[in-house]
């Protein structure tokens, strides 16, 4: 069966500091991978999706970047994070036509 | 740019009761919906969905419609319990569901005991 794993679960950053949050998923190959934000009042905002090793797709202009190195690893990241940048991020798959799945999230705050 | 707006931020409920989530889009490419469920802390988990071919799906106590000509789709819970207290989210997707989802707002579901 697949899984998806997410860590850390929780992080507190200073404002400036860098960011690396990872997401691994297992049981299947070449899926669709996604970071989301949760932010009040905003929903689940896209901020990233790829379909493939090194295939990005930005959707909003951020503070933010992503990269995937393997099929199944992917990963967000920020050289010096802003105190806007605190929320909860998702990472999600789908792949086929199927639901998306949503890995366990991030609360990151930025203080 | 909202494609995906759920206009309701909450809504309470008596247990037993049908539960009404409601979920409005504006881009006719869309043609497949879902709704999701979380609680606090968690990533979201996936309830029930529909493609743009079908008007109507039903899973145990969960129905989801779809209203192609208003851009309309809700999710229909009955019996409401407690353990249904959640944010719910709808999202939708073009190329039936090999897109990226685009979600809503969410709406927070409170069942009263």
């Known amino acids: 069966s697949q899984t998806i794993h997410q860590w850390p679960a929780t992080l507190v950053q200073p404002v400036g500091s860098p960011l690396s949050l990872e997401c691994t998923v297992e049981g299947t190959s070449n899926p669709n991978l996604y970071w989301y934000r949760q932010a009040a009042g905003r929903g689940l905002q896209l901020l990233f999706y790829?379909?493939?090793?090194?295939?990005i797709s930005s959707e909003v202009p951020q503070n933010l970047s992503a990269s995937r190195p393997q099929d199944r690893q992917f990963i967000l990241s920020s050289k010096k994070l802003l105190l806007s940048d605190s929320g909860f991020y998702l990472c999600?798959?789908?792949?086929?036509?199927?639901?998306?799945?949503f890995g366990q999230g991030t609360r990151l705050t930025v203080v | 740019d909202q494609q995906v707006k759920q206009n309701s931020p909450s809504l309470s409920v008596q247990e037993g009761r049908i539960s009404i989530l409601n979920c409005d889009y504006t881009?006719?490419?869309?043609?497949?919906f879902l709704w999701y469920k979380k609680y606090p802390a968690e990533g979201p988990t996936f309830l029930i969905s529909i493609s743009s071919i079908k008007d109507k799906n039903e899973d145990g106590r969960f129905t989801v419609f779809l209203n192609k000509s208003a851009k309309h789709l809700s999710l229909h819970i009955v019996p409401s319990q407690p353990g249904d207290s959640a944010v719910y989210f709808c999202a939708a997707s073009i190329n039936f569901g090999n897109e990226k989802l685009t979600f809503g707002t969410g709406t927070r579901l409170t069942i009263i005991p």
């Open positions: 881009n006719s490419m869309f043609d497949y």
């Open positions: 790829s379909v493939g090793i090194g295939q």
């Open positions: 999600a798959w789908n792949g086929g036509g199927t639901e998306a799945f």
